[in-house]
Structures are given as structure tokens and as C-alpha cells.
């Protein structure tokens, strides 16, 4: 039985951010991705955006813990240059908040002291807050290029479907789990993970006319984001309109949260472009599965000896999974030392 380093139990963003730290440490690590081809990732799913999160979330983050700040912005530009670097198309539009209040003065100072920050009249005459930092990406196509680029370095992958305690893991001196496909599972609840998943609806809309690229948009309010690229919209969000049933790990269609979601991209679009709704369509729907905490912030878990979970990035996974999969790359490899920031999210 082939043995291997690091066993990572799961392949979207977080699990092959895990491999390309690993190997910048040791580039002769063997290690062995596990997915399940039925669970395929949210990061693989989600709208393309790559994003240091809403101003509303920004917001209440520089009024929790403000340092945070510096690390969403550090993660966006590092995957920015990784997806460059694999030859990925990106649209550096940065990202826009729709924002219905005035603006304080604490938040005015936030703006002071991140230049990237500022009151603008951006695309679509959309009064709101622009980060240009942000950017988009077609996500199936980054995940499979930056895969091929692990491959090339030595990552193996193997399709399987695996739970906690599976004898194959045994294969690794270590175990990564990095997936929200066992979030419900009792066999990691028992070390008190508090992670939930909640399923996130999103769809493909057609409009008459090409808009070109558009930011990244954010309409806080209505916990809608969206985007345009040609004439296309992708739209999603709204998980709070029927929470109980999005509670679930089952990838399918809420007819609800989709309707809603339609008419407030038909209402959006006569609005700002005068299209009338008939000739607005679906092209697809469909759903990802995040895995959410209570204060909507990523954790890493010490499950047992030489086990450990990351995940629960409640909807930053492009925004924070870069940062937090090197520095518990770094903890594993020099003897638990951390860097000032990480135990906020290491849980023993």
C-alpha cells in the first residue's frame, strides 16, 4: 500500500491551496488529494467572484476586528497573481456595494486609511462602495488549470467516496480534511466542529444586449451579488428566504429562492437598462455547498493526532483559503509555532 505525507480530503479551492503550500515548503512531498465526484466544490460552483467580501462585510469586520483588513486584502491580490501566473482569464473590475445609508464617520476613517476604498458612481450608475482590489474568474476554469499545475508538481488525485475514519486514510502520515461534504457527519461532530453547511442558489440569466464586464455587485440588503460578463448575468444569494430548507447538504434547485432571485434580476435590469422581462431568460440553475460558523468566520481543527479540518469559510473561501491554508501549513511544520493572527482561528 503506497504511503503518502499528506492525505487532502477534498479538491476545491481550500484543498489544492493546501497542496501548493505544502509543496512551496517541500517540493518532494508525496501527497494525494481524495475527492468525491459527487460533491463537486462550491468554489467550483459559486458566480466567479474572487473577492475580499461586501462593504457590509467589510464593515462589520473593521469594526470587530479591524486587523483582518490587511489579511482579506494580502489573500485576494496573492490569488489574483496565482491565476494569472496559470495563463487564467480574469476581469479586474474590482467589486461594488449597493449602499442604502449614510455613511458614518468611523467608516469614512476605514476609507482614509485603505486608499482602495472610496464613494463611487461606478458601472450601471450604481451609487455604492468600489473596492478595486477584487476581481472575477471563470471558477471551473481556474480550479482545473491550478489542479493541472499540482499534478505537474507531483499531487495525485483519487476519486472516491470517503468518510472520517475510512482505513485508506491511514495511507497518510497526515490528514487534511478540507471540504464542506461532511459538515452533517457525526463521525467529525464528535470533536465539536461547529460548522454548518448552507446551500447557496445561483443562476444564469441572458440579457438582450452586451453589457460587457461589470464589477463585482453587491446588494447587501437583499444578501443578493451578482455580476455580467457579455450578455450574461450570474446571480445569486438570498439564502436567508428559506434558511431551514438551504441548511442541507443536498446540491439541488430551491424553486423559491430562484424565482426570487429572477424576478429581482428582472426588476434590476428594466431599472437600470430598460429590458423589458420578456426577453430576459434563464439559461441554468444551479447550487453549492458552503460550510457556515457562527460569526461567518473560516476555523482550523486539531481532530485527533495528525488530523486536522479547515473549512467553514461561510462564503469567503476565495477570500480568505489562500491566507489561512499557508499558515496552518506553517503551524504543521515548525512544531506548532503560529503567526500572530492564526490562533484566532485555530481551535485545539
Same mark, same amino acid.
Given at each position: 500500500?503506497?504511503?503518502?505525507?499528506?492525505?487532502?480530503?477534498?479538491?476545491?479551492?481550500?484543498?489544492?491551496?493546501?497542496?501548493?503550500?505544502?509543496?512551496?515548503?517541500?517540493?518532494?512531498?508525496?501527497?494525494?488529494?481524495?475527492?468525491?465526484?459527487?460533491?463537486?466544490?462550491?468554489?467550483?460552483?459559486?458566480?466567479?467572484?474572487?473577492?475580499?467580501?461586501?462593504?457590509?462585510?467589510?464593515?462589520?469586520?473593521?469594526?470587530?476586528?479591524?486587523?483582518?483588513?490587511?489579511?482579506?486584502?494580502?489573500?485576494?491580490?496573492?490569488?489574483?497573481?496565482?491565476?494569472?501566473?496559470?495563463?487564467?482569464?480574469?476581469?479586474?473590475?474590482?467589486?461594488?456595494?449597493?449602499?442604502?445609508?449614510? #455613511?458614518?464617520?468611523?467608516?469614512?476613517?476605514?476609507?482614509?486609511?485603505?486608499?482602495?476604498?472610496?464613494?463611487?458612481?461606478?458601472?450601471?450608475?450604481?451609487?455604492?462602495?468600489?473596492?478595486?482590489?477584487?476581481?472575477?474568474?471563470?471558477?471551473?476554469?481556474?480550479?482545473?488549470?491550478?489542479?493541472?499545475?499540482?499534478?505537474?508538481?507531483?499531487?495525485?488525485?483519487?476519486?472516491?467516496?470517503?468518510?472520517?475514519?475510512?482505513?485508506?486514510?491511514?495511507?497518510?502520515?497526515?490528514? #487534511?480534511?478540507?471540504?464542506?461534504?461532511?459538515?452533517?457527519?457525526?463521525? #467529525?461532530?464528535?470533536?465539536?466542529?461547529?460548522?454548518?453547511?448552507?446551500?447557496?442558489?445561483?443562476?444564469?440569466?441572458?440579457?438582450?444586449?452586451?453589457?460587457?464586464?461589470?464589477?463585482?455587485?453587491?446588494?447587501?440588503?437583499?444578501?443578493?451579488?451578482?455580476?455580467?460578463?457579455?450578455?450574461?448575468?450570474?446571480?445569486?444569494?438570498?439564502?436567508?428566504?428559506?434558511?431551514?430548507?438551504?441548511?442541507?447538504?443536498?446540491?439541488?434547485?430551491?424553486?423559491?429562492?430562484?424565482?426570487?432571485?429572477?424576478?429581482?434580476?428582472?426588476?434590476?435590469?428594466?431599472?437600470?437598462?430598460?429590458?423589458?422581462?420578456?426577453?430576459?431568460?434563464?439559461?441554468?440553475?444551479?447550487?453549492?455547498?458552503?460550510?457556515?460558523?457562527?460569526?461567518?468566520?473560516?476555523?482550523?481543527?486539531?481532530?485527533?493526532?495528525?488530523?486536522?479540518?479547515?473549512?467553514?469559510?461561510?462564503?469567503?473561501?476565495?477570500?480568505?483559503?489562500?491566507?489561512?491554508?499557508?499558515?496552518?501549513?506553517?503551524?504543521?511544520?515548525?512544531?506548532?509555532?503560529?503567526?500572530?493572527?492564526?490562533?484566532?482561528?485555530?481551535?485545539?
Amino acid at each position: 500500500m503506497k504511503k503518502y505525507d499528506y492525505i487532502i480530503v477534498g479538491n476545491g479551492i481550500s484543498g489544492n491551496f493546501l497542496a501548493h503550500h505544502l509543496l512551496n515548503y517541500d517540493s518532494k512531498l508525496k501527497i494525494l488529494i481524495i475527492f468525491d465526484d459527487q460533491l463537486i466544490p462550491a468554489s467550483e460552483l459559486n458566480a466567479g467572484f474572487f473577492t475580499m467580501g461586501s462593504f457590509s462585510f467589510l464593515e462589520k469586520i473593521y469594526n470587530e476586528k479591524p486587523w483582518l483588513i490587511s489579511i482579506l486584502q494580502e489573500n485576494v491580490l496573492a490569488v489574483k497573481k496565482l491565476a494569472k501566473s496559470l495563463s487564467c482569464t480574469i476581469i479586474e473590475k474590482g467589486s461594488l456595494t449597493i449602499v442604502d445609508y449614510p #455613511l458614518t464617520s468611523k467608516v469614512n476613517e476605514f476609507f482614509d486609511s485603505f486608499e482602495y476604498l472610496k464613494e463611487k458612481d461606478s458601472w450601471g450608475k450604481i451609487n455604492g462602495v468600489y473596492n478595486s482590489i477584487d476581481f472575477s474568474a471563470n471558477p471551473k476554469v481556474f480550479l482545473n488549470s491550478f489542479r493541472k499545475f499540482n499534478q505537474q508538481r507531483g499531487v495525485e488525485y483519487l476519486s472516491k467516496s470517503i468518510l472520517p475514519g475510512d482505513s485508506s486514510l491511514s495511507q497518510g502520515k497526515r490528514v #487534511l480534511f478540507a471540504t464542506n461534504g461532511f459538515t452533517q457527519n457525526t463521525s #467529525l461532530n464528535k470533536f465539536g466542529l461547529a460548522v454548518q453547511p448552507q446551500r447557496a442558489q445561483i443562476q444564469e440569466i441572458s440579457v438582450p444586449t452586451r453589457l460587457g464586464a461589470s464589477p463585482n455587485i453587491y446588494h447587501p440588503e437583499h444578501r443578493i451579488y451578482f455580476r455580467f460578463i457579455e450578455n450574461k448575468m450570474l446571480i445569486g444569494g438570498l439564502r436567508t428566504l428559506d434558511s431551514k430548507n438551504e441548511n442541507t447538504t443536498e446540491m439541488e434547485v430551491n424553486e423559491k429562492i430562484q424565482t426570487a432571485l429572477f424576478d429581482y434580476a428582472t426588476k434590476f435590469l428594466d431599472e437600470k437598462f430598460s429590458f423589458p422581462s420578456e426577453q430576459i431568460k434563464i439559461n441554468n440553475q444551479w447550487s453549492g455547498i458552503m460550510g457556515f460558523t457562527s460569526d461567518e468566520l473560516p476555523v482550523v481543527k486539531s481532530l485527533e493526532k495528525n488530523a486536522y479540518y479547515i473549512g467553514g469559510f461561510s462564503g469567503h473561501g476565495n477570500g480568505f483559503s489562500y491566507w489561512l491554508t499557508r499558515e496552518l501549513i506553517y503551524f504543521l511544520n515548525n512544531s506548532n509555532k503560529s503567526s500572530q493572527y492564526f490562533k484566532h482561528f485555530y481551535l485545539k
